[in-house]
């Protein structure tokens, strides 16, 4: 059985945070079973046992923060426990302290030796020496903290773990035999005091305002977007579409019959349809800038950001070009659930060819985004607004119209590249029928 270490969820993440344990040691688990919840530098997933087996041993508390790779749980088998290693430490220092509860019989001895009369010279030597020392600056308070914890007792894998975690023995409660302090009473102790570190530093006040410390997922959103706008030389194109033969195509679909909110085909998936239809009429857009080459991808790998409580994941539709509307439809709501539940798998969120953001139904007429690197472009899609408008017969009439932005690399796309995809997405918009074989 295996000795769990904290796994890679993302292609940029170095460390996670292990946010809540959903089991607890000496719980059997089964292959699938969640057992934790685990900060990325993208989002809060949950994360899945690999084994069958029992949660033999928990290496890393609430609230900690470990490097990819690092163990941070134990499951064994029906009677297996944790490394042999940690074991024989443990049976080391239970050694060593019962060699210690031995010494007064030595002690003993010594006194004895002691009562023998000893010569002139050399009791003269023993009155200097019992002259009280210089007294030395001490640390007001140290030395009785460190008789408070010597006289605490704690087993002695307990006083190690107190040592890693920086738990003071004297302020733990102990649970085992005549009040004795144990390694579960120990990680209690750290587990409660993080818990409500987190919960006052939000708290911290500043100038009238609120402190708000960063959460591993807000840190690399940070980070990304001034790696974004820093290197990424960006320009922005912009198009109005005439919304109107979509909004025709959806009326249509839904007074057809078509199935519940849940199922019914929306606006966005008829622009997520054509974006993909449109890279492959304009394949030079699908691609990316590497060093001393610019990559153009074969399959249309389409990211969809998602708000979720703490920022955006963007989760990826492999291979886009070959689904249906329907199907784009179908795995954009799976996708997106699944993402603000924190189910998703690492890998599908990874990649990613270009990116569409749609804050229409937030209300937002326009707006430009940050483009995802190494991606080429992004596009950001605004709502459908009813405005008055001049028709072919120079008349105003109300329609229909919704804003497209498209941020893009000028190290991979120029101003007339972005200008012929931005032609074909209107083209396929305008004409939705298109987008239905």
């Known amino acids: 059985m295996p000795e769990i270490q904290m796994p890679k969820l993302s292609d940029t993440m170095t460390e996670g945070t292990l946010v809540s344990w959903k089991k607890k040691t000496g719980d059997k688990v089964s292959a699938g079973d969640v057992i934790a919840e685990i900060e990325t530098d993208k989002a809060t997933m949950e994360w899945e046992s690999p084994e069958d087996g029992t949660l033999t041993e928990i290496y890393v508390e609430e609230g900690g923060k470990v490097n990819v790779g690092d163990k941070i749980a134990f499951i064994g088998g029906e009677g297996e426990e944790g490394p042999a290693e940690e074991k024989k430490e443990e049976k080391k220092e239970e050694k060593k302290e019962g060699k210690k509860e031995e010494a007064p019989a030595e002690a003993k001895a010594e006194k004895k030796e002691e009562k023998k009369p000893a010569p002139k010279a050399e009791q003269e030597k023993q009155k200097e020496s019992e002259k009280p020392a210089p007294a030395k600056a001490a640390v007001p308070g140290a030395k009785a903290d460190q008789d408070e914890e ?34 579960t009473d120990v990680r209690a102790s750290a587990k409660s005091k993080t818990a409500a570190a987190q919960k006052a530093a939000p708290s911290m006040k500043t100038d009238g305002g609120m402190r708000i410390n960063l959460s591993g997922t807000r840190k690399i959103i940070a980070q990304r977007l001034a790696e974004s706008l820093g290197p990424v030389p960006h320009f922005y194109l912009n198009i109005d579409i005439d919304a109107g033969p979509l909004m025709a195509a959806r009326a249509e679909l839904k007074s057809a019959g078509e199935g519940a909110d849940a199922s019914k085909i929306t606006v966005n998936d008829f622009v997520l349809k054509a974006a993909v239809q449109a890279a492959i009429k304009v394949p030079k857009v699908n691609a990316s800038f590497d060093g001393d080459a610019i990559v153009q991808y074969a399959d249309v790998d389409l990211a969809i950001a998602v708000a979720i409580e703490d920022g955006l994941v963007a989760p990826v ?26 189910r998703m798998k690492p890998e599908e969120f990874q990649g990613g060819t270009f990116t569409v953001s749609n804050l229409g139904g937030m209300g937002i007429d326009s707006f430009s985004a940050v483009i995802n690197p190494p991606q080429g472009f992004i596009l950001a899609v605004g709502k459908v607004t009813k405005v008055p408008v001049v028709d072919d017969a120079d008349q105003i009439v109300a329609g229909y119209r919704m804003s497209i932005t498209m941020s893009c690399d000028h190290r991979v796309i120029d101003g007339a590249l972005g200008a012929e995809y931005l032609k074909e997405l209107r083209h396929l918009l305008e004409n939705p029928a298109l987008l239905l074989v």
């Open 150 to 183: 010597a006289r605490v007792k704690a087993s002695p894998v307990a006083r190690r773990i107190a040592a890693e975690l920086g738990v003071d023995l004297g302020n733990v409660k102990g649970t085992g035999p005549d009040g004795r302090v144990t390694e």
């Open 317 to 342: 539709i492999r291979a886009a070009q070959t689904k249906s509307l329907r199907e784009i439809s179908e795995l954009v709501k799976d996708l997106a659930n699944r993402a603000r539940n924190k």
